[in-house]
């Protein structure tokens, strides 16, 4: 029995904006049922805004609460916002979700970046960039990429085989991929030292000068503040404190600002998580 936060269980029980709309100014699709969870979600836009969304889930109880979450987090907010969303927000408005269940965020996310990419007004510059690069096929039994499994390990601070298939299924079926998903670890933590090239102890110091230089003093215009809990790796563990806890737009802060600030300024594979 998994460990289901109350929030989930709202969601699952009374899931919000059910269903399809018609005139839908973009359709997302991520999953299939030939892999158990399948999930559709429809985007209407004015201006730059998503005014409604709806969705259709085929999959378990934390499939839907994610989608309907979702929907949620993106109405009335302007599409720039909206890129900006990852699985990690997803599965913190959730109150969190069992690491066996994290891949329903995950296609959540992947939904919304397939409607977003099907918004004829919406333009992703790094679509364009990289539109001549096909993704790599990792994982056959669920049509994994090695795309999706770097944003994955990038956006959650991933370090295993395991975690990697909590969050994306690869690797979960017949298990002859682990090793290429292993060798894309490899590979990415391998970049992320020669890119940073501070040691351990050094890059505490400076993560810690940051925040109490930068980020600190900023968070208390608005009455809030953050605090360093633990650095492992390039996953740095902080606490938001004062008007920031609990606030709304807490994780929006994270990611646009703190995130940011200590990828430009100590190492750009940084991923901030917050702890209660």
């Not at 969870?37 to 998503?50: A, E, F, P, Q």
């Not at 959540?108 to 539109?131: S, T, W």
């Not at 056959?140 to 990697?164: M, P, W, Y």
Request: a negative charge; proline letters at 2%; hydrophobic letters at 35%.
């Amino acid at each position: 029995m998994w460990d289901y936060s109350e929030k989930v269980i709202e969601h699952y029980r009374n899931p919000r904006n059910v269903g399809k709309i018609d005139d839908a100014d973009c359709v997302g699709q991520a999953g299939s049922l030939a892999c158990g969870d399948s999930l559709k979600i429809y985007l209407k836009i004015k201006n730059g805004i998503v005014t409604d969304a709806k969705f259709q889930t085929f999959g378990c109880g934390s499939a839907v609460a994610s989608s309907s979450i979702l929907t949620e987090m993106i109405i009335g907010r302007p599409l720039d916002e909206v890129k900006k969303i990852t699985n990690k927000d997803i599965a913190d408005r959730l109150e969190g979700l069992p690491p066996e269940k994290m891949h329903c965020s995950v296609m959540g996310h992947e939904a919304l970046e397939d409607a977003l990419r099907n918004y004829e007004g919406y333009v992703d510059l790094d679509e364009i960039v990289n539109a001549d690069k096909a993704p790599k096929l990792i994982c056959t039994c669920f049509n994994i990429t090695e795309n999706q499994i770097l944003d994955a390990v990038k956006h959650n601070g991933l370090k295993s085989v395991e975690e990697v298939t909590n969050f994306t299924k690869a690797g979960g079926a017949c298990g002859k991929c682990k090793g290429q998903i292993q060798d894309i670890l490899n590979a990415y933590y391998k970049k992320g030292e020669e890119r940073c090239e501070l040691s351990a102890a050094q890059k505490v110091l400076k993560i810690n000068s940051i925040i109490d230089t930068q980020i600190s003093p900023e968070l208390r215009k608005d009455g809030g503040d953050i605090t360093l809990v633990d650095v492992d790796g390039d996953r740095v563990f902080v606490k938001l404190r004062g008007n920031c806890s609990g606030c709304k737009n807490s994780t929006l802060t994270l990611k646009t600002f703190v995130e940011t600030t200590l990828r430009d300024t100590v190492c750009k594979d940084i991923a901030v998580i917050e702890v209660a």
